[in-house]
């Protein structure tokens, strides 16, 4: 696992290399986690760059809204691969790491954990202008204990 988290950042950091040669993009989710127990609606802020023709790197951050006394965090560094189907939309596939945070408070008494994990899943982008894509994502977070689905939409905004 050690040496499988450490060419992942290998990659993941050898992409800032490279960042004259690729488009950048900036933006926002809105997120619905859905572990078997429960379901919670969070936000999140993202950054992608494609860093060789139709090879993207994502890093993002989410906050899932306390419900039931739980709220979760997650960050994750994902790879998604576009096929662009057309001008009008492409499609993707991802994987990726992640680390996924939970925070309960019951009648005054609180736990926090976190673990690592990997993310699974696909999505679709469809460009709105030369600047502006919207996004929706489905994946599938594998962490001991917390793994779920999460849907997503976004937006996001070419640097």
Wanted: proline share 2%; hydrophobic share 45%; net charge negative.
């Amino acid at each position: 696992m050690k040496k499988f988290l450490m060419i992942a950042c290998m990659v993941l950091f050898s992409t800032s290399m490279f960042a004259q040669q690729g488009a950048m993009y900036v933006g926002g989710n809105l997120n619905y986690g859905m572990h078997s127990d429960y379901k919670n609606i969070g936000v999140g802020v993202k950054a992608q760059y494609e860093f060789i023709q139709n090879l993207r790197a994502e890093a993002s951050a989410n906050y899932f809204f306390k419900k039931d006394y739980c709220s979760m965090w997650d960050i994750n560094a994902n790879l998604h691969y576009l096929f662009r189907v057309s001008d009008k939309f492409a499609i993707y596939p991802l994987a990726g790491l992640t680390v996924l945070g939970t925070d309960v408070d019951v009648l005054g008494v609180s736990a926090s954990d976190s673990d690592f994990g990997f993310n699974v899943g696909g999505g679709i982008e469809f460009p709105i202008t030369d600047a502006i894509k919207i996004n929706a994502e489905a994946k599938y977070q594998i962490v001991d204990d917390w793994d779920r689905p999460v849907l997503s939409v976004g937006i996001a905004f070419a640097l």
